[in-house]
């Protein structure tokens, strides 16, 4: 008889899956001739911070208004926590949003400002009282209720805005670039503290950006958009070291650009002729590339590294960028798109181990780099 430790009874449960908070069923937006949204797909876990990632223009606002109920949709769908949203009006949807200008009221005090949504709703004003203090507490504004707007930082200004659009309770909270008017230092500040209120209300947030740091550093997962499309979805980690597509190798994060040639694919591994010798990279990207045809390696700065002797591809030294952790070693090869390679190098010797003007091989592991085919002509 086997023990209770071995019975299959006594094995862990799976993890439930997670409840669909957010869900976009091919939701398409045109204004006039332009179409300003691609049959949109993506589905948002209960309690996920997801941000919507890509340039000005790539249609991430417009996604975000959708989802608010401020724009109609030309065709699709879009549920809330199961319950279909498409024609409900915005104040029945249970949403807050923090703009971009934070919208807050002049004329009324920080309390007011933070109430409001609740007065609109007819919440008994006892209970208003009270969650506004709650709110203010949550946002660490608690002695600044009866301050009016201009009276506050920006800083304090957008911690106003956050707690306006959380005393309403709301199932998903979303947010269109609430740091883009504050200064590095303050903007760090409040992506933590945005971050651990997200986490503690377990509140399902969507955020929009076109700063790939910021992205990278607050998300659980994040939607690539460019050109009204959502190119891909994934984790940090998977959208920086997987990227999906040539856009999205490129705009997330710094990249090198190697071109080179198919030779072989082999299952899952295929083998690239690149400069003076040969790298492996998986082969998933370069599905139906046939040998021989040109291939381009995108290679992270930090994955690149200053040989000992000739290296995969060779160099000169140019210049380097202090950047306080770390060294950016700028190499000169005529052979990558742009004629230059960054090397992240980390400490501080770089400049004197290497200076300008040296002549250096740079190598790379198999599988730190990631290719695709060519579109150079």
Same mark, same amino acid.
């Given at each position: 008889?086997?023990?209770?430790?071995?019975?299959?009874?006594?094995?862990?449960?799976?993890?439930?899956?997670?409840?669909?908070?957010?869900?976009?069923?091919?939701?398409?937006?045109?204004?006039?001739?332009?179409?300003?949204?691609?049959?949109?797909?993506?589905?948002?876990?209960?309690?996920?911070?997801?941000?919507?990632?890509?340039?000005?223009?790539?249609?991430?606002?417009?996604?975000?208004?959708?989802?608010?109920?401020?724009?109609?949709?030309?065709g699709g769908e879009i549920f809330v926590g199961g319950r279909l949203m498409t024609e409900t009006p915005p104040y029945e949807r249970e949403i807050g949003v923090v703009f971009q200008n934070y919208a807050l009221f002049p004329h009324m005090s920080v309390a007011k400002n933070v109430g409001y949504g609740l007065r609109m709703r007819g919440v008994p004003k006892r209970e208003i009282a009270a969650r506004v203090a709650q709110a203010l507490a949550l946002v660490k504004l608690s002695d600044f209720g009866d301050r009016k707007p201009r009276q506050l930082s920006g800083g304090q200004q957008q911690r106003v805005a956050l707690a306006?659009?959380?005393?309403?309770?709301?199932?998903?909270?979303?947010?269109?670039?609430?740091?883009?008017?504050?200064?590095?230092?303050?903007?760090?500040?409040?992506?933590?503290?945005?971050?651990?209120?997200?986490?503690?209300?377990?509140? !399902?947030?969507?955020?929009?950006?076109?700063?790939?740091?910021?992205?990278?550093?607050?998300?659980?997962?994040?939607?690539?958009?460019?050109?009204?499309?959502?190119?891909?979805?994934?984790?940090?980690?998977?959208?920086?070291?997987?990227?999906?597509?040539?856009?999205? #190798?490129?705009?997330?994060?710094?990249?090198?650009?190697?071109? =080179?040639?198919?030779?072989?694919?082999?299952?899952?591994?295929?083998?690239?002729?690149? #400069?003076?010798?040969?790298?492996?990279? #998986?082969?998933?990207?370069?599905?139906?590339?046939?040998?021989?045809?040109?291939?381009?390696?995108?290679?992270?700065?930090?994955?690149?590294?200053?040989?000992?002797?000739?290296?995969?591809? !060779?160099?000169?030294?140019?210049?380097?960028?202090?950047? =306080?952790?770390?060294?950016?070693?700028?190499?000169?090869?005529?052979?990558?798109?742009?004629?230059?390679?960054?090397?992240?190098?980390?400490?501080?010797?770089?400049?004197?181990?290497?200076? #300008?003007?040296?002549?250096?091989?740079?190598?790379?592991?198999?599988?730190?780099?990631?290719?695709?085919?060519?579109?150079?002509?």
């Amino acid at each position: 008889m086997s023990s209770p430790a071995s019975s299959p009874a006594s094995s862990p449960a799976p993890a439930p899956a997670r409840r669909v908070g957010v869900q976009i069923d091919g939701i398409t937006k045109s204004f006039g001739d332009a179409t300003a949204l691609h049959e949109a797909w993506l589905k948002i876990a209960d309690g996920e911070f997801m941000t919507l990632l890509g340039p000005s223009g790539c249609g991430k606002t417009t996604l975000l208004n959708l989802i608010a109920g401020f724009l109609e949709a030309d065709g699709g769908e879009i549920f809330v926590g199961g319950r279909l949203m498409t024609e409900t009006p915005p104040y029945e949807r249970e949403i807050g949003v923090v703009f971009q200008n934070y919208a807050l009221f002049p004329h009324m005090s920080v309390a007011k400002n933070v109430g409001y949504g609740l007065r609109m709703r007819g919440v008994p004003k006892r209970e208003i009282a009270a969650r506004v203090a709650q709110a203010l507490a949550l946002v660490k504004l608690s002695d600044f209720g009866d301050r009016k707007p201009r009276q506050l930082s920006g800083g304090q200004q957008q911690r106003v805005a956050l707690a306006r659009a959380l005393v309403i309770r709301p199932k998903v909270l979303l947010l269109d670039e609430p740091f883009s008017a504050l200064d590095k230092n303050l903007r760090g500040a409040m992506q933590v503290e945005l971050k651990e209120i997200q986490r503690q209300l377990g509140v !399902t947030t969507i955020f929009v950006t076109h700063d790939q740091s910021e992205a990278l550093s607050m998300s659980d997962r994040i939607a690539v958009m460019s050109q009204g499309r959502i190119r891909q979805v994934g984790t940090p980690d998977e959208i920086y070291r997987r990227p999906a597509d040539p856009f999205v #190798a490129s705009f997330v994060g710094d990249v090198n650009v190697l071109p =080179g040639r198919l030779e072989r694919r082999i299952g899952e591994v295929a083998s690239v002729i690149v #400069a003076d010798g040969r790298m492996q990279v #998986a082969a998933q990207t370069l599905e139906g590339v046939a040998p021989g045809a040109a291939v381009d390696l995108f290679v992270r700065p930090d994955a690149v590294r200053i040989a000992e002797g000739d290296g995969l591809i !060779t160099g000169t030294v140019a210049t380097h960028v202090y950047q =306080g952790s770390h060294v950016d070693v700028l190499v000169d090869v005529p052979a990558a798109r742009g004629g230059r390679v960054t090397v992240r190098v980390p400490g501080h010797d770089a400049t004197t181990r290497w200076p #300008a003007g040296v002549r250096v091989g740079l190598d790379m592991a198999a599988g730190d780099a990631v290719a695709f085919a060519s579109d150079a002509p």
